[in-house]
């Protein structure tokens, strides 16, 4: 079985900071680590993945993240917050090779303050 | 090439009504899965169907919760006697293949509101 746990539900981040939204997962197989982004009333939009090879992973909108496999994390970060990043992130994890069931976590609301 | 479409995007339904939440996949996606999302939680795993067929249906509730993907159109979510306690947004995603690697396409979610 496989989990995930987002620590801190609300994160305040002054515009030009940097932002830090951490995850932890517990697997029991190496796993495929996601994020996404929720914006209000809308989808989730897919920001990064992390399946094999590199263990930095680039995506969209200058966020990056680390698949940290000795600390079980997948820590989300961005050097320098735009207004525009005001939103709902969310960490998924599912086992490799299945079909189905992303898992995720229960989520992070990012403020960004002038 | 349009995304996952749900409709509708608002639902309001009186307890005891029955809710039909519609999904059709993107284009060339035959695997579709729902997840619900409560009021400050993440979302849920409910159910994987591809077409014609349920492939798991184990984060489902037992009773007055359905699902189906027919051959022909969308994806339909039912919940029939609505409680208070459905009121969430119901999410559906695509792919097109079983390979989670690519991750899912997510619709806009369609909010259901029992009153």
């Known amino acids: 079985a496989q989990s995930v746990t987002q620590l801190g539900s609300h994160v305040s981040v002054s515009e030009g900071a940097l932002v830090l939204l951490r995850c932890n997962y517990s697997s029991s197989v190496p796993p495929y680590l996601f994020w996404y982004v929720q914006y209000p009333n809308q989808g989730l939009q897919l920001l990064l993945k992390y399946t094999t090879g590199a263990t930095l992973v680039k995506g969209i909108n200058g966020f990056e993240a680390e698949f940290k496999k000795s600390e079980t994390s997948f820590h989300l970060t961005k050097p320098s917050a735009h207004m525009s990043d005001a939103a709902e992130y969310f960490c998924a994890v599912s086992i490799t090779g299945t079909a189905s069931k992303l898992t995720f976590g229960t989520g992070t609301r990012l403020q960004v303050t002038l | 090439n349009a995304g996952v479409m749900q409709n509708p995007r608002h639902l309001v339904r009186r307890r005891g009504q029955e809710a039909r939440l519609r999904c059709s996949p993107m284009?060339?996606?035959?695997?579709v899965y729902w997840y619900r999302q409560l009021p400050e939680e993440g979302l849920k795993f409910m159910v994987y169907l591809q077409k014609e067929n349920i492939i798991d249906e184990s984060g489902m509730p037992k009773e007055r919760f359905s699902a189906e993907f027919p051959k022909e159109g969308p994806s339909i979510l039912r919940i029939q006697q609505v409680v208070r306690g459905d009121s969430a947004a119901y999410f559906c995603a695509s792919s097109q293949n079983r390979d989670i690697r690519d991750g899912y396409t997510f619709g806009s979610g369609t909010r259901l509101t029992v009153v």
């Open positions: 284009k060339g996606h035959s695997h």
